[in-house]
T-cell receptor
């Protein structure tokens, strides 16, 4: 079965650089969520999109932005990277109304040096 | 704001035995969902079991079952016949019903399986 695809799997950036993470949801899933998980931490919700519109917003820094495109894939753009942005970034998708729970991708590990 | 509390940072159980992981939550909502996710060393987040708040019957998935006490706002996970592959971080999570709200996670419980 198709899963949530995230790219790249690993990314190394320097401070103050910009990074773009991509997420391709499961086919027919119209809702995408982004989470950030720091080392030894629980995942923190950043932002979600439903039918290409922002739906819910969590603890996403102003330096980050995201969008969902017409094919339902989503991109998380991160600017002016800081050392503290080093984390595992998960994307998850759900079918309409999310009643079946979320399916998470394998994550993108971002290291800021 | 809703909060999720897992009071056991680490639990250890002998293989083939039963273990219960605790989770409590706080919310003023009446429509919500509760989940248990497993995160093995690969860091993949895997849905173990989910519970709709409006359902009185406790959810069960093979060796995994929950004890959902709505009035007490408690949602514990019982793992029967523990297997080595069950070793992982377990996160309890809450989501408000409707819309595309994000999950609120607890801090997690690290489950160790002793052979």
């Amino acid at each position: 079965a198709a899963g949530v695809i995230q790219s790249p799997r690993h990314l190394i950036k320097e401070k103050r650089e910009t990074a773009t993470l991509k997420c391709y949801p499961i086919p027919r899933h119209d809702t995408v969520y982004w989470y950030q998980q720091g080392p030894g931490q629980d995942p923190q919700f950043l932002i979600s999109f439903y039918e290409k519109m922002q739906s819910d917003k969590g603890s996403i820094p102003d330096r980050f932005s995201a969008q969902q495109f017409s094919d339902y894939h989503s991109e998380l753009n991160m600017s002016s990277l800081e050392l503290g942005d080093s984390a595992l970034y998960f994307c998850a998708s759900s079918p309409p109304r999310g009643l079946d729970g979320y399916t998470f991708g394998s994550g993108t590990r971002l290291t800021v040096v | 704001a809703q909060t999720v509390t897992q009071s056991q940072p680490e639990m250890s159980v002998q293989e083939a035995e039963t273990v219960t992981l605790s989770c409590t939550y706080d919310t003023s909502e009446s429509d919500y969902y509760l989940f248990w996710y497993k995160q093995p060393p690969s860091r993949q987040m895997i849905l173990v079991i989910r519970q709709e708040a409006y359902k009185q019957q406790n959810a069960t998935e093979n060796r995994f079952s929950v004890n959902f006490q709505k009035a007490a706002k408690s949602f514990s996970l019982k793992i029967s016949d523990s297997q080595l592959g069950d070793a992982a971080m377990y996160f309890c999570a809450y989501r408000r019903g409707g819309g595309a709200d994000g999950l609120t996670f607890g801090k997690g419980t690290h489950l160790i399986i002793q052979p």
